[in-house]
């Protein structure tokens, strides 16, 4: 199972935390900073995996950003890499090549998109073809409930000038 | 403005394995024209502009100002803009907690776009574990019941991502319905929902059986995923879950994992030529528990089982994912030898292979195929051990590990030869898990006493900063034990101490062994064939010993030691006798207590008592291996548990040792001993040392420990009993210093007066300590046999104390002109028939009074009333005329070698002691 799945930027910044078993906010911040002090510093010719208090934390570099999935013991580290690159895939299909700063302003979507992929710290669905599909129907109803908004309170404004 | 931020901000220029990952472009795409997510921006903005962490919180105490007051209104057009922004503030490390009402309110609004930013900021700003969620349960229910199918899944999201126990029983009905649901989406969501519910509360477990093994038929991918991850966590939870799939579902699985294997190209799900390997994997894991244990099931898989390990790409990361899924599968399930040998080669390619990560993956699971097949891992063991030599801290930490399981009686001396070569060049943050392995392995299987001793030599040579302090205890026990290689140790330390002094184990054991066999070294004693002579003057001894006393990188332990040795050389190298003593002097004025007062103490020994220094520094008695194993492991050693209950306190005291004892208690000057209860190992030695050295720090951290504990431990210090009182729950470190001289006082004097005939002997011992405490000569004047029993008893004598098995009579003495201090003979009958024993005597007494006890006249005695033991005790009452004595009394001693501990507390003094 996935703890939780971390996003750190090559500057140690935070960009996306998603806990899927309980810690309390100080041992989130505890394990954020602990955590990328470690992966930061690491080489870059260096496998993939760090063993960390019990668990293993399995993580990627792409550009400036490092995806970190935190897994038990006897979880299988290259299917991991394999889960991470499969959302980088989807982020960047979904962002029209991705960068931090997608993540960064739009960073609400990225969590979306995660919600599509893992729940309970499982993976949910390898197509990633069905993920943008759903993605994009939610994205078009949230559309539709603005214009309707919007289109409502243009009446209004109309009725009452 | 935007632009620039860009590109400073995004200037990693990492390998970017996504295709297109970086091309050059514009600002922001802007999706929609959501006002508030523009506001959002803003914010964002302005926080990634700000300079300094102050600038920033500046910032945010800004919007989080204006998001409460927006809350208290009850603000409904912001609510979501302001939970967005809220989001991010978290994101950076900030409370928020009172954005919480706003995600349950907004949960609750009947819109998706509401709904939706709410169910995010749930999961992002609250946990399982608070209260609040509660709340929530029941728009969750009604979002499971909503007609619209995306607010369905947000709502299984929401439900399977935080869900607490409470949460899971109420819902968990509405979620087994969805597994029935009509779109495979919220099917495949409500599976891992119940994952998490299942995993919450184990007991729901039946009621998802029939809907998961329904599941298990699935075309959908994420539908099918989703559903065998369900089956996998039922059958860890639930035995009746394991044994239905297991009957029913095998060969459907086995067929759904052939058809997946031979599928043809489906672009929708294939990675790197394989199709869907995340299915896979899922699949081949709950094989795994289905074959485990089950010899038909194993059977049923074989077949699909050799295809995958034998049929699966692996020039790519997802074909190797498989087969590791796949070997570790063929090592759970039922033995098949044939694909066992499969596993194993697979495991070999991986090892061999170039990519760091097969390599560690490979490791892991070698670690587990040596349960199963020891012989193939064997096989390996040098390309494991190239493995400890990585320069990856991940692999090396695996390697090192699997060598350690490797180990065993016939290859041990290799192993360990190569790992110590190692450690000349390793690095320095993995040296201590090595040293700690390799110490492991010497002292497990360590056959010859020589071999141990070279091989701890080298450890301690090469890092002997990270080696733990038992690891240096043991050594100097088997040392001691080891008699015809004293001369061989002594000399190879002296070798080591040359080239690596600066290896703060390895000085202390050269400290030690140049303190005991000093001779030896300079006279190239018990020479093995193997040696070469080597010239060492006495000067050069204590050079070493002056080295170790004097670098500043040297700590208080190893100073002590380093005292302890010219103390001992002092005597036996009469030629460096006058050097010894003036580096001694030296330390009178450290500002550590313990070596000022040794120093003192020690120079005393050599200026004034010359007649009994040669018997004081004699050879420490051999260490006792068995004993001191005992105490590393936590037991007791003689006396391990009592009839009456288990103790610390039957540790034997100065008396029943054997004549060596009052040596060790004269040697043994610990002032401030504060023993830790719970430690092992560091005391014994230290004790036996005399190095009491633990620091007033500990001894504050020992306050909890039952006193009566430190007591008594504190009597195994010195034959007589410091007069600690039992009700006393505070020592506080002035109290310590008081007693500090009398403890050492007790321990010195009390002995000789046994040995030393002449009243001139003790008169001058206690000389030696009038300059420490003028105060205590006074007390210590009774000592002197002299007035003793001038005095007619004029109190009755009482019946202290009275068992089944043992009566103690207690007869009382007074002295002239000193009212305070009574002279009690305590006098021990056996009133059993058989004979008692390592019989010891313990006292306790309140602060007040302050306690001597004297040496045992024997420590048997005799069955059936047929003699008795006496025992002098001095007790000085210092609220003489208030307070009346009272005493806590321990026995221990043993019968036909059980051991007895009797204890009781003596109330019935006669007024006015």
């Known amino acids: 199972m996935i703890q939780y799945v971390l996003l750190i930027s090559r500057q140690g910044k935070v960009r996306l935390t998603k806990w899927y078993s309980p810690y309390s906010q100080k041992e989130r911040t505890k394990i954020i900073r602990e955590l990328s002090g470690v992966i930061l510093t690491r080489g870059p010719k260096l496998c993939n995996f760090v063993e960390w208090k019990g668990y293993k934390v399995v993580y990627k570099r792409y550009a400036s950003l490092y995806f970190c999935m935190c897994i038990d013991q006897d979880d299988n580290e290259l299917e991991v890499l394999e889960i991470i690159h499969h959302f980088v895939e989807i982020l960047d299909r979904y962002f029209g090549s991705v960068c931090e700063l997608d993540l960064i302003f739009n960073f609400h979507k990225a969590y979306y998109i995660l919600d599509e992929l893992l729940i309970a710290g499982e993976l949910q669905e390898s197509s990633k073809k069905t993920i943008a599909r759903l993605i994009a129907a939610q994205d078009s109803l949230v559309e539709t409930a603005k214009e309707e908004a919007g289109s409502l309170s243009n009446i209004i404004a109309q009725a009452t000038k | ?913």
């Open chain 2, 1 to 913: 403005m935007m632009i620039m931020i860009w590109g400073l901000k995004w200037c990693g220029g990492g390998r970017a394995v996504v295709t297109d990952w970086w091309c050059g472009g514009g600002g922001l795409r802007v999706e929609s024209g959501e006002l508030w997510v523009e506001e959002q921006w803003d914010m964002i903005r302005a926080i990634r502009a700000c300079k300094t962490a102050a600038e920033e919180r500046g910032v945010v105490r800004k919007e989080c100002a204006a998001i409460r007051a927006a809350v208290s209104e009850n603000d409904h057009d912001y609510r979501h803009r302001n939970l967005a922004k809220l989001m991010f503030i978290h994101m950076l490390g900030y409370p928020t907690h009172f954005g919480q009402m706003d995600c349950l309110k907004s949960i609750a609004s009947a819109g998706f776009p509401e709904k939706r930013i709410g169910y995010l900021g749930l999961m992002l700003l609250l946990d399982e574990r608070q209260e609040v969620l509660m709340l929530v349960t029941n728009s969750v229910k009604q979002d499971l019941n909503h007609s619209n199918q995306y607010i369905v899944g947000l709502a299984l999201c929401a439900l399977g991502n935080i869900c607490s126990a409470e949460m899971a029983r109420d819902l968990a009905p509405e979620v087994e319905r969805l597994l029935q649901s009509r779109d495979p989406n919220i099917r495949k969501k409500a599976a891992l929902c119940s994952v998490r519910i299942v995993r919450k509360v184990s007991d729901l477990a039946e009621n998802f059986i029939s809907s998961a093994a329904a599941l298990l038929k699935e075309k959908h991918h994420g539908a099918l995923i989703a559903g065998v991850q369900l089956c996998t966590d039922l059958c860890r939870v639930s035995a009746e879950a394991l044994e239905y799939f297991r009957k029913k579902c095998t060969e459907g699985l086995v067929k759904v994992l052939k058809d997946v294997v031979n599928s043809p190209y489906a672009p929708e799900y294939d990675v790197a030529g394989v199709t869907d390997p995340f299915l896979h994997i899922r699949l081949l894991r709950l094989l795994r528990l289905l074959g485990h244990g089950d010899a038909d099931a194993s059977d049923c898989m074989n077949d699909i089982l050799a295809q995958v390990a034998s049929k699966t790409e692996t020039n790519k990361n997802a074909g190797n994912a498989i087969l590791y899924e796949c070997v570790e599968t063929i090592m759970s399930i039922e033995d098949n030898s044939g694909l066992r040998v499969l596993a194993i080669n697979i495991l070999g390619r991986f090892l061999s292979n170039r990519d760091n990560n097969i390599r560690y993956v490979a490791l892991n699971m070698l670690m587990k195929a040596i349960a199963v097949d020891a012989k193939a891992v064997q096989r390996h063991r040098v390309t494991i051990l190239e493995c400890v030599k990585d320069s990856d801290a991940s692999i090396r930490k695996r390697a090192l590990e699997l060598v350690f399981l490797l180990v065993n009686d016939s290859n041990f001396k290799p192993l360990t030869k190569e790992l110590v070569d190692y450690l000349e060049i390793s690095d320095q943050d993995f040296k201590e898990d090595l040293t700690d392995k390799i110490c492991s392995i010497v002292e497990k299987f360590s056959m010859e006493k020589i071999w141990y001793i070279d091989q701890m030599l080298k450890v301690l040579s090469e890092a002997g900063n990270f080696v733990k302090d038992e690891v240096w205890h043991a050594l100097i026990v088997v040392i001691s034990n080891a008699s015809d290689l004293h001369g061989y140790t002594v000399r190879s330390l002296y070798k080591a101490f040359q080239s690596s002094s600066e290896q703060e184990s390895l000085v202390r054991v050269v400290v030690w062994c140049i303190g005991e066999y000093g001779e030896m070294l300079i006279n190239n004693i018990g020479m093995l064939d193997r040696e070469e002579p080597i010239t060492v003057t006495e000067s050069d001894a204590v050079d070493v010993l002056e080295i170790s006393m004097k670098r500043h990188t040297s700590d208080i332990t190893t100073r002590s030691m380093s005292l302890i040795a010219l103390l001992k050389l002092s005597s036996r190298f009469p030629s460096c006798s006058k050097r010894i003593s003036d580096i001694i002097i030296q330390h009178k004025g450290s500002f550590v207590l313990e070596l000022q007062q040794r120093s003192i103490e020690f120079n005393s020994i050599i200026a004034k008592h010359q007649s009994i220094r040669s018997a004081l520094v004699e050879r420490m008695p051999v260490l006792d291996e068995a004993t001191y194993s005992g105490r590393r492991s936590g037991s007791l050693p003689t006396a391990a548990s009592t009839s009456t209950g288990a103790s610390p306190l039957n540790l034997p005291n100065g008396v029943t040792k054997a004549p060596a004892a009052p040596l060790i208690d004269l040697l043994d000057l610990s002032s401030d001993y504060a023993p830790m209860p719970s430690s092992s190992g560091g005391d014994f030695l230290q004790d036996l040392l005399g190095v009491g050295l633990t620091p007033i720090s500990s001894l504050s951290g020992t306050n909890q420990a039952p006193t009566s504990g430190t007591d008594v431990l504190m009597d195994l210090l010195s034959i007589g009993t410091p007069s600690f009182s039992p009700i006393q729950n505070d020592l506080s470190t002035s109290q310590t210093s008081i007693q500090a001289p009398l403890e050492s006082l007790s321990s010195i004097s009390s002995p000789l007066s046994t040995q030393v005939s002449s009243h001139a002997g003790a008169g001058s011992m206690i000389d030696l300590l009038d300059g420490l405490s003028p105060s205590l000569s006074m007390k210590t004047d009774p000592t002197q046999p002299d007035f003793s029993g001038t005095n007619g008893s004029i109190y009755p004598s009482i019946v202290a104390f009275q068992s089944n098995n043992l009566k103690m009579e207690f007869s009382f003495s007074k002295q002239h002109g000193n009212p305070q201090t009574t002279l009690i003979d305590a006098t021990f009958t056996n009133l059993s028939s058989n004979v008692y024993t390592d019989f010891i005597f313990q006292a306790a007494v309140p602060k007040f009074i302050q306690l001597h006890l004297d040496p045992a006249t024997s420590n048997t005695l005799p069955a059936s009333e047929n003699g008795s033991t006496t025992q002098r005790v001095r007790v000085t009452n210092s609220q003489h005329g208030q307070k009346n004595l009272a005493m806590r009394i321990r026995i221990a001693y043993k019968v036909n070698n059980k051991d007895v501990l009797e204890q009781g507390q003596i109330s019935n003094f006669p007024p006015g002691l």
